[in-house]
């Protein structure tokens, strides 16, 4: 085979290789956006005049332990004014109980506005990002003047950072309860693994780095030492772009942060030790002169 048709074929087997990887990033990327913003029906109701609540989660924070969700209501059956209406033929009242208790009211006539209900996360750990895995719970009960109405639930979400995985259960006072677990989105996943292998590769560049300089006895060669302390630095920078801003000291900082700085500040220190004792010798030699 030629050379210029080896070269040939590197090149259509790079450009065949970008396309597949692009692919399939578009093909994740698909998938996530379908199956993140995908509504999850729960505990429709058989009954013919029923409530739909259309809960959207918003504002995922698992620094502060919160989310908020907006809720609409929608009326079904003898509830709606007419046929596929939104608007209500009588006084309805949702009492929703999260982190407080909210009450949201229909008037006749009127359709309902989207109302935010902010709930609290129990049972998560924010320093095990990525893994971490926070859950809520709301209540959700409506009443007419004839008593409870039914309550269906159609729950989606919206905050791109993360994931809801909605259940729902009927309580025993006839309200529905929606609990829920909230975990990181997969484009978070991969960009924090990516993060992982990215300090762990460049604390073994620059270890590589330190072990060439020193058997070399090179001296101060100082482009290298700037691109050491340049890469301690950067790191950081690295670090508090992980997305979500994850505190100090959770897992990510465990399984390589940690590590890729105290390694780097190791052989930076080392070389700059060993490259000092070698520019001295070589000073002492150029001081006693050729004949010493």
């Not at 959207?56 to 596929?84: C, K, R, S, Y």
């Not at 762990?200 to 090179?218: F, P």
């Given at each position: 085979?030629?050379?210029?048709?080896?070269?040939?074929?590197?090149?259509?087997?790079?450009?065949?290789?970008v396309?597949?990887?692009c692919?399939?990033?578009?093909?994740?990327?698909?998938?996530?956006?379908?199956?993140?913003?995908?509504?999850?029906?729960?505990?429709?109701?058989?009954?013919?005049?029923?409530?739909?609540?259309?809960?959207?989660?918003?504002?995922?924070?698992?620094?502060?332990?919160?989310?908020?969700?907006?809720?609409?209501?929608?009326?079904?059956?003898?509830?709606?004014?007419?046929?596929?209406?939104?608007?209500?033929s009588?006084?309805?009242?949702?009492?929703?109980?999260?982190?407080?208790?909210?009450?949201?009211?229909?008037?006749?006539?009127?359709?309902?506005?989207?109302?935010?209900?902010?709930a609290?996360?129990?049972?998560?750990?924010?320093?095990?990002?990525?893994?971490?895995?926070?859950?809520?719970?709301?209540?959700?009960?409506?009443?007419?003047?004839?008593?409870?109405?039914?309550?269906?639930?159609?729950?989606?979400?919206?905050?791109?950072?993360?994931?809801?995985?909605?259940?729902?259960?009927?309580?025993?006072?006839?309200?529905?309860?929606?609990?829920?677990?909230?975990?990181?989105?997969?484009?978070?996943?991969?960009?924090?693994?990516?993060?992982?292998?990215?300090?762990?590769?460049?604390?073994?560049?620059?270890?590589?780095?330190?072990?060439?300089?020193?058997?070399?006895?090179?001296?101060?060669?100082?482009?290298?030492?700037?691109?050491?302390?340049?890469?301690?630095?950067?790191?950081?920078?690295?670090?508090?772009?992980?997305?979500?801003?994850?505190?100090?000291?959770?897992?990510?900082?465990?399984?390589?942060?940690?590590?890729?700085?105290?390694?780097?500040?190791?052989?930076?220190?080392?070389?700059?030790v060993?490259?000092?004792?070698?520019?001295?010798?070589?000073?002492a030699?150029?001081?006693?002169?050729?004949?010493?």
């Open positions: 085979m030629s050379a210029s048709r080896w070269r040939g074929n590197r090149f259509l087997v790079a450009l065949l290789t396309a597949m990887l692919s399939a990033g578009v093909a994740l990327y698909l998938n996530e956006r379908n199956t993140r913003q995908q509504p999850h029906e729960l505990a429709l109701p058989s009954a013919g005049d029923w409530i739909e609540l259309d809960v959207t989660a918003q504002d995922i924070d698992p620094g502060t332990g919160e989310l908020t969700l907006f809720v609409v209501p929608v009326p079904h059956g003898g509830l709606a004014a007419g046929p596929d209406s939104t608007a209500f009588r006084q309805v009242v949702i009492t929703v109980q999260a982190a407080t208790r909210t009450e949201l009211r229909a008037a006749p006539g009127e359709a309902a506005t989207p109302q935010a209900v902010s609290d996360f129990y049972n998560g750990t924010l320093t095990d990002y990525p893994f971490d895995r926070h859950h809520f719970a709301v209540s959700f009960a409506a009443s007419d003047t004839s008593g409870g109405v039914p309550v269906g639930l159609v729950v989606a979400n919206a905050d791109p950072f993360f994931v809801v995985h909605p259940t729902s259960t009927p309580s025993a006072s006839g309200a529905t309860v929606l609990e829920g677990a909230v975990t990181r989105a997969r484009s978070t996943f991969i960009l924090a693994w990516f993060m992982i292998a990215a300090m762990w590769a460049l604390a073994l560049a620059v270890m590589a780095g330190a072990e060439v300089l020193y058997r070399g006895r090179q001296g101060m060669v100082w482009p290298s030492l700037g691109w050491m302390a340049a890469t301690l630095f950067a790191l950081i920078g690295m670090r508090n772009a992980a997305p979500g801003s994850p505190p100090i000291g959770s897992l990510i900082d465990y399984v390589s942060f940690f590590w890729a700085e105290g390694i780097i500040a190791a052989c930076l220190t080392f070389t700059v060993a490259s000092s004792r070698v520019e001295r010798r070589k000073r030699e150029a001081a006693a002169g050729p004949g010493a």
